[in-house]
């Protein structure tokens, strides 16, 4: 049996100990190659690193450029193209309201008996089914009577006297207005009190 106080000369050799602990001036030079090698290979990956950062970020900034850019376009294609319909609808109705004031002011005669008063019945249906058609475009009508003149949506046919009205104050509509949003498709032709 070994003395466990005693080294094992297969495993612990005085001379092994010294080539562990201290290496030699060549080893030592290749180490510090080695080192330096790895130092270089170091600074070029954090040089690699910091241009694609660098890269990554500029890419990030265009992107998010052009997305915004996108963004807008996209908002005044869609706003062009609801002015469009609008005032593509609005130049259509106008061509209509002509039509529409005749009717109204062929029901304001209407015959009461006989059979141009189903005659009259017919077209008090197709005036109402024309009026709706034009307020599911949305298309206004401007209502008038007993507001003071506005010369944005009014026009003065005449201005007289008239008791129980106060000056300025619209009397009677002469011709409806229509309006769709804010645009005036067609200013309404009004008396107008002095």
Known sequence: MEDPKKPNPKTHSPRRAEQTAKPS???????????SVDNEQIEKLKSDLEKAEHESRTNLDGWQRERAEFANYKKRIDREHAQLKSSITGDIIKKYLVIMDDIELALKNKPT????AAWAEGIELISR???????????????SNHVPFDPNIHEAI???????????????????????????LRPAMVRVAR
Request: with cysteine; aromatic share 6%; glycine share 12%.
């Open 113 to 116: 008996d006989g059979t141009g």
């Open 158 to 184: 005449s201005h007289e006297e008239c008791p129980g009205f106060e000056s300025g104050e619209v009397i009677e509509v002469f011709r409806q207005g229509y309006r769709l949003g804010d645009r005036i």
């Open 129 to 143: 089914k024309l009026n709706s058609i034009i307020e599911s475009e949305g298309i206004e009508r401007i209502n």
């Open 25 to 35: 001036p060549q080893e030592e030079k290749k180490l510090e190659e080695a080192l």
